[in-house]
């Protein structure tokens, strides 16, 4: 859609004439949404009962707490299953994968990267390949390998990664180093050895504007979260409908519908491109 930036008298800009995506906003909205996702089942006729969703991304960025928010939300209450923190060490150190909605699908979650400890390559497709079993705990010292215990020897397609969604914190686009985009361009390299469809959360959101902060809903009328999302989706080589703004519970002790919906957009879109890799497995 075209968008119209405007800016202030001290050159910042504000908010755009006209929203730059289209989206609903009510309850009802969000309801079809949920729905949508709680009868969703995977592509059977490969005998895939549950679609996977890989979460890669740096150390802070929020895939721990994106999985968070999309359990919370089926949940109808906030929750706190995975382990999160602000660290200046990966939180999580065990591959894990949450199963959501009677295990049709799940948000596998690894070891976020930092600058001088990136996500080995030969570790990443095991996990894509689905050699790596839950609750592997991850060792830097001692890498994953075709003799580790546990190592699944011939995994079925439902035990592999079918869209990988790369986690980015929306508040430090402009401040992202070398070293870091360079390891995201490794891993996405890594990840189309496998042909895998990709998605961007962008989450933070609230921290890139104070329009949204006060207000998710004014997310797409933005212009510093467009902005945002044009950058990473250049960073990334990704179309920018593949690059969905998100902000996961962190502050709130109760739901709310707004970033529910773009929550629930995001995880659409995964499992619609999951679903599109499974078919084409044969």
């Not at 800009?13 to 949920?34: C, I």
């Not at 679609?51 to 209450?77: D, E, M, P, W, Y």
């Not at 986690?167 to 390891?183: A, C, F, P, R, Y």
Request: net charge neutral.
């Amino acid at each position: 859609m075209l968008h119209l930036k405007v800016f202030t008298n001290n050159g910042q800009q504000s908010a755009v004439e006209k929203p730059w995506r289209d989206q609903k906003w009510n309850e009802e909205h969000m309801g079809v949404m949920r729905q949508s996702l709680e009868t969703y089942k995977p592509n059977r006729s490969q005998n895939v009962r549950t679609a996977n969703i890989l979460l890669l991304g740096q150390i802070g960025a929020g895939k721990s707490s994106f999985f968070n928010t999309v359990n919370s939300i089926f949940r109808g209450k906030i929750t706190s299953q995975a382990c999160i923190g602000s660290f200046g060490h990966s939180v999580t150190l065990k591959y894990r994968q949450y199963r959501i909605i009677y295990r049709r699908f799940s948000l596998c979650d690894t070891r976020g990267f930092e600058e001088d400890a990136a996500v080995d390559a030969q570790e990443l497709l095991f996990i894509l390949d689905g050699n790596v079993p839950d609750r592997y705990q991850f060792n830097p010292m001692v890498p994953f390998t075709y003799h580790t215990p546990g190592y699944i020897k011939n995994p079925a397609l439902e035990n592999k990664i079918h869209c990988v969604a790369f986690v980015i914190d929306g508040s430090t686009v402009d401040e992202m180093s070398d070293k870091i985009l360079k390891q995201l361009k490794d891993l996405q390299i890594t990840v189309n050895q496998r042909g895998l469809p990709q998605i961007v959360l962008l989450t933070k959101v609230d921290k890139i504007c104070p329009d949204v902060n006060a207000d998710v809903t004014k997310t797409f009328t933005s212009s510093a979260v467009c902005s945002a999302v044009e950058k990473v989706a250049n960073i990334m080589g990704l179309p920018r409908a593949r690059v969905f703004p998100v902000k996961n519970y962190e502050n709130e002790t109760g739901l709310v519908v707004g970033i529910n919906i773009l929550v629930l957009e995001a995880m659409k879109r995964c499992l619609d491109l999951a679903d599109d890799f499974i078919e084409e497995q044969v």
